[in-house]
């Protein structure tokens, strides 16, 4: 999967009055760190209002066996190697209303 993908399921956390009553103006997303091999994913939106959400993928569990170059082989894990929570992806979006017809 690519890097995109975490922005579509960060966006699926926009409340559904946004989706449907606006358009994307811009948005500006930033990757920070590969889903590990189990892990689950959840999708975050906070709205800052006058159209502006920040959006993130929160990734909790896997395997440690897949961590990082460099990374402590306990950090992030618990007794059985998951991995704590820790943010995958992270994004800022802006919207504006639609016009009506």
Do not use: H
């Amino acid at each position: 999967m690519n890097n995109v993908v975490y922005l579509s399921w960060a966006l699926e956390a926009l409340p559904k009055a946004t989706r449907e009553g606006a358009y994307l103006s811009s948005l500006r997303g930033q990757f920070k760190r590969e889903l590990k091999l189990g892990a689950s994913a959840m999708p975050l939106c906070a709205d800052e209002g006058e159209g502006k959400f920040r959006l993130g993928v929160i990734a909790n569990g896997g395997s440690r066996a897949c961590a990082s170059p460099g990374a402590s082989s306990s950090e992030n894990a618990g007794p059985t190697g998951a991995q704590g929570p820790y943010m995958a992806a992270a994004a800022e979006s802006f919207w504006k209303p639609r016009l009506s017809a």
